[in-house]
């Protein structure tokens, strides 16, 4: 590597950025290639570098400000050092002057604006200073000093405070007086220069000021000249004159040629220049076609800003022609206004009507069009159905009505209609109730299931027509009635207007009131036809044409199934809080919201009917299985079947009764419809009891199926009754079954039922419970007391015979010689009430016995009372009979028990000492034959079954 | 590099150039320097060069500031001399006014550096063009002594007596270095009394 490169020189040593200097020193490259790096002040300005030789480098310096290095790179030498530096500044460029580099002004010119006033040329060079005296560069006091020493002045030449001490303290501190008087001097000098300014123009321009006034001089004499032979000229006018009009008739032919082809190039340029104007009418006819609305509109209004009062007549014929299309356009506009479209749509059109500066309201127009479109599809909806309806009824048989009616599901199976468009939704109650035929053991229920099962097969459930036109009508109203207000509320709000043009349009109060009927009047509509599909009651007091407009239907047909009304009351109140948000008058809105809560209320009504009407058909179901259960006893699976009826109606109204959508009312806040409602559930809830009843007492007429299909389910958990072999349980049982049924109901089904209504927001409810709990309670006691009737009786009866039989007499009895067999017999009975209580229901086994027991220690006790003369023995034999009886069913004594053996004992006389062990001897005889029979009453678990055999 | 800066002398000898445009001030240094004669003829502002010589078997650095001879810079001209330790003054042989000039610079240099012993060499150039003269020898010679100064005609075309000019310039500056070093406390104390002075005035 070569020696490194060293600047020694620099010309010039400072100046702004942009200055072109000279660089000179040793080693600075072998050839222009050698020098790769070149930096002024830290700048790196290589691409200005222009190298000469070894010794020299003319290059322009950067915008570094200070002083700094030089310093040349090189390939051969490396970084180089230096031993002179350069010094860049930043001079003030005013805005007149030239400038190699950019300036930023914005410092500057700020602050002269700031100011207030120019700067004064005095200071426009920082460097210059008034005296000319050299600065010294360094400031010998701070600013802040000075300011100790000078409060209200300043050193600043420019400010009003300027304290010339300070200036000279501050900058020339170091000069002599001598340097000061210098200063004076310049400073004179520079002034008076500058007073001198006009003078020294005209010494520097006397050159040329003296040309002017030669030339002057000059031409003046030429002129004077040229005065004398004027004759001349004239001779000179008349023959140019003769040159021009031969001129003429050489060229009259030529012109008169170009002008006519000038003329012709005009209309050309005028037909390409207006090319626009007279395509215009072809060109509105084909963007009409491509319905490119808004082309047209543009075309016709740029048009008619340029062409319509124009008065050439070219343009006036055209425009005309236009005209008269675009008038046809309006119309054809309008035309489309008329028809049924989109919101979008409509607002599209009424906009481009509102620019084509239409005389009539469109917007007000289209308002009137649609309300009629929406009526009349109101109406033809309702017709169409009507009209489906009478169709039909010839065809529907009546007894689908009646299957449809008690399974809530409407079979019709003979429709010739085209299925629905939307598959039908099936209800949610649709699959139990399929489910529910299925399991159904009625004869009746069963053929009709199976008769119209292989027609149902191939078509699908078709929905009610009522619920079909609910659909419809709803799905209307929720498609095109938002649009229909939202149109109405851009028109009033005028954004309809504001696009079109530019005229502040003020729609007018009249036409609100008339909008606000209209709305009222099709919601009116709404409401009213739905009312009249399903509460033809609540129109009453509407004349009967009004009525006849709304749509009849018939009678017959009145009775949507119960399990489509929560279908279609979901349709009208969704469709009602879709109305709820469109923000609509709140009178208007009533009376669908009203609609909706009369739907409801009808809807709960209707439901709980005919849950009142399955549970009261609930009897035919009975299977008479019993199930046992620890907990209830033995029941059949008709409380659950009841239980489950009343739930699922309550599930299946919960949406429609519980859940209250925003602006509705609270189905409950009336007292009609609270009432109502109680006393539905109420019956609800009670319908069951004459069921049971019903069952309990019913001669039975044998529904053969039930109990065949019973049999097969007989499982290891469940009781067959013995009564199997009959096919029914014997009477007594069926009553004890029922009272178990009943029992169970009442003590537990019934709470559950009522809490789940409560919860379903169901009000008064514990006034249900309690006339429900009575109800249950009178049948409880009817059925207990002919139970126990029934059991009691032909055990009573036959006490007597068989007391005195063979002859037995009280007064004449040889020996005692244990207890008695009728006694025994009565204990048997006893043992298989026992027994038949037991596997029905272990919890009625004390109730019953203890009012069996009653009965016959009651009749025990008149036996013995009636005796009228006891002998010794006969006393004995009494008396030992009555104990064992006593001690036998010691476990259900009752008061009354007890009385009547007192009372039996008391007639009797007193034993002797012997007579007491014969008597004791005989007790405790009888109770070792008797042990195991014995012991059912002492025992309640069930080892009756093992005792008995 | 590093050697040249770890070796630099501390003695630097600041000599600037003055007189007229135009009468080779820039063109004395540029053979100074580099050798080289500048045939074509651009005005200086301001230039800087400094190297490494050896003066009577010492290292030192000179200096040189090349300044404008044009009389638009007059202005700045105060602010170099205050840094300047030598003198040397130009006028060319062929023009009389360049001459008459140098008594201004004189008169400036001596204000401005408040000294009339600063170093200083009346440099007559353009030595060659003897049949141009018009500033004759003696006339030049009369007015350095007048002023206690050497007289020296140089010509930077042919390097005639350019060496000699700066280095007896350089030893000039020594022997007037060597002069203030001596007085050195004194002056200190002097520098205090006038700073003092001055304080009063205030």
């Known amino acids: ?949 | 590099m590093s050697k040249a800066k770890t070796q630099q002398p501390a003695v630097i000898h600041k000599v600037i150039m003055v007189g007229s445009g135009g009468v080779g001030k820039s063109a004395l240094t540029l053979q100074f320097m580099y050798e080289e004669f500048v045939e074509d003829y651009e005005p200086t502002k301001a230039d800087s060069y400094r190297k490494k010589v050896v003066l009577d078997g010492e290292e030192v650095q000179i200096d040189i500031l090349d300044t404008a001879g044009q009389e638009d810079y007059a202005a700045i001209r105060d602010n170099y001399f205050r840094s300047g330790e030598g003198f040397l003054c130009v006028f060319s042989i062929t023009e009389q006014e360049s001459f008459q000039a140098t008594s201004e610079f004189r008169e400036q240099i001596l204000r401005v550096k408040n000294d009339d012993n600063i170093p200083f060499l009346l440099v007559g150039n353009k030595a060659d063009l003897e049949e141009k003269r018009q500033v004759t020898a003696e006339e030049a010679q009369h007015r350095a002594q007048q002023w206690n100064v050497p007289y020296v005609e140089t010509s930077a075309k042919t390097n005639a007596n350019v060496d000699k000019v700066f280095y007896d310039l350089m030893r000039e500056i020594r022997s007037r270095k060597m002069d203030a070093s001596k007085q050195n406390n004194g002056k200190k104390i002097k520098k205090k009394d006038s700073k003092r002075k001055k304080c009063t005035i205030l």
């Open chain 1, 1 to 949: 590597m070569g020696p490194p490169p060293v600047v020694t020189g620099v010309s010039p040593r400072d100046g702004p950025p942009g200055t072109r200097i000279i660089i000179r020193g040793e080693n600075l490259g072998n050839d222009p290639k050698d020098l790769i790096g070149l930096k002024i002040c830290g700048v790196d300005t290589l691409m200005t570098a222009e190298w000469k030789s070894s010794k020299k480098i003319i290059a322009r310096t950067g915008p570094g400000k200070g002083k700094g290095d030089i310093i040349v790179i090189t390939r051969s030498g490396g970084v180089g050092s230096c031993t002179v530096g350069f010094r860049g500044f930043f001079v003030q460029i005013g805005p007149l002057q030239d400038s190699a580099v950019w300036i930023d002004e914005t410092q500057t010119v700020l602050a002269n604006l700031g100011r207030g006033r120019p700067s004064s040329p005095m200071i426009s060079k920082e460097d210059e200073d008034p005296l000319g005296i050299s600065n010294e560069g360094n400031r010998a006091k701070s600013e802040e000093e000075m300011l100790e020493h000078f409060p209200d002045a300043s050193g600043n030449l420019t400010l009003e405070n300027f304290s010339p001490a300070w200036y000279l303290l501050e900058n020339h501190q170091q000069a002599s007086f001598d340097d000061l008087k210098m200063g004076l001097s310049y400073m004179k000098r520079r002034s008076s220069q500058q007073s001198e300014g006009p003078i020294t123009f005209a010494k520097a321009n006397l050159s040329g000021i003296l040309d002017c006034l030669d030339s002057l001089t000059e031409m003046c004499e030429k002129f004077a000249k040229d005065d004398i032979q004027r004759e001349c000229i004239n001779s000179y006018a008349v023959s140019l004159m003769q040159a021009k009009s031969c001129a003429d008739g050489l060229f009259q032919e030529v012109l008169g040629r170009k002008d006519k082809a000038d003329a012709t190039r005009n209309a050309l340029g005028v037909l390409q220049r207006f090319k626009f104007l007279f395509y215009l009418p072809l060109n509105i006819e084909r963007n009409i076609q491509k319905e490119d609305y808004n082309l047209v509109i543009n075309e016709y209004i740029r048009a008619k800003s340029l062409f319509e009062d124009s008065p050439i007549q070219v343009f006036q014929k055209v425009y005309k022609e236009v005209e008269s299309q675009v008038m046809k356009f309006k119309e054809m506009l309008q035309e489309k206004l008329r028809q049924p479209n989109s919101l979008e749509e409509q607002k599209k059109l009424i906009k481009y009507l509102m620019s084509l500066d239409i005389d009539n309201d469109p917007g007000w127009g289209c308002l009137l069009s649609q309300e009629k479109w929406l009526t009349k599809l109101f109406m033809d909806c309702k017709d169409s159905n009507t009209q489906e309806i009478q169709e039909e009824v010839p065809i529907a048989p009546p007894r689908h009505k009646a299957s449809g009616g008690s399974l809530g599901l409407s079979l019709q199976a003979e429709s010739r209609r085209e299925l629905q468009e939307e598959a039908p939704v099936p209800p949610p109650r649709h699959k139990t109730a399929v489910v529910s035929s299925g399991l159904s053991l009625s004869g009746e229920l069963v053929k009709v299931t199976s008769k119209s099962s292989d027609q149902m097969a191939g078509q699908k459930f078709k929905m009610p027509q009522k619920v079909v036109f609910v659909e419809e009508l709803t799905d209307i109203m929720g498609r095109h009635f938002p649009d229909f207000w939202k149109l109405g509320q851009a028109y009033f709000s005028g954004s309809l207007h504001k696009e079109g043009g530019d005229k502040s349009y003020k729609p007018d109060q009249n036409k609100h009131a008339q909008f606000k009927q209209m709305v009222c009047e099709i919601l009116r509509l709404f409401s009213n036809l739905l009312r009249a599909a399903f509460l033809p009651n609540s129109l009453e007091n509407l004349s009967e044409k009004e009525r006849k407009m709304y749509g009849q239907w018939p009678e017959n047909k009145r009775d949507v199934p119960g399990a489509w009304l929560p279908h279609c009351v979901r349709y009208v109140r969704s469709c009602a809080s879709s109305l709820c948000r469109l923000d609509l008058p709140s009178d208007c809105q009533a009376c669908v919201q009203e609609l909706a809560l009369d739907m409801r209320t009808n809807c709960m009504f209707t439901l709980l009917k005919q849950a009142i009407a399955d549970v009261r058909s609930l009897h035919i179901k009975e299977t008479w299985i019993v199930e046992l259960d620890d907990e209830f006893g033995g029941r059949t699976q008709l409380p659950a079947l009841f239980g489950n009826i009343v739930n699922e109606t309550v599930q299946h109204l919960h949406e429609v009764v519980v859940q209250n959508k925003t602006g509705e009312t609270e189905i409950f806040s009336q007292r009609p419809v609270q009432i109502e409602a109680t006393k539905l559930c109420t019956e609800l809830l009670q319908g069951f009891a004459p069921c049971l009843e019903q069952l309990a007492f019913s001669v039975d007429k044998p529904n053969t199926t039930s109990t065949q299909s019973a049999d097969l389910t007989s499982g290891s958990s469940e009781l067959v009754m013995e009564s199997s072999e009959d096919h029914l349980p014997s009477k007594d049982k069926k009553l004890i079954i029922m009272l178990s049924n009943c029992n169970h109901t009442k003590e537990h089904l019934i709470p559950l039922l009522v809490e789940n209504l409560n919860k379903h927001g169901y009000v008064e409810m514990n006034k249900v419970l309690r006339s429900a709990q009575e109800t249950y309670e009178k049948l409880d006691k009817k059925l207990f007391d002919s139970y126990v009737e029934e059991k009691s009786n032909p055990i009573i009866g036959s006490m007597e015979p068989n007391m005195y039989r063979g002859r037995f007499d009280w007064a004449n009895y040889k020996r005692v010689n244990g207890v008695r067999n009728y006694l025994k017999e009565v204990l048997m009975g006893m043992i298989e009430i026992h027994a038949e209580v037991f596997s029905i229901s272990p919890l009625f086994v004390s109730r019953v016995m203890t009012k069996i027991v009653d009965a016959v220690a009651e009749e025990m006790s008149r036996l013995v009372q009636c005796v009228t003369k006891f002998g010794e023995n006969g006393a004995i034999q009494a008396r030992l009979e009555l104990l064992a009886l006593q001690d036998a069913v010691a476990l259900y004594r009752s008061a009354a028990t007890r009385k009547s053996f007192k009372e039996a004992l008391d007639c009797l006389t007193v034993l002797t000492q012997d007579n007491k062990k014969t008597l004791e001897d005989q007790l405790n005889k009888f109770k070792m034959q008797f042990k195991f029979q014995l012991m059912c009453f002492h025992s309640d678990t069930g080892e009756i079954s093992e005792s008995k055999t």
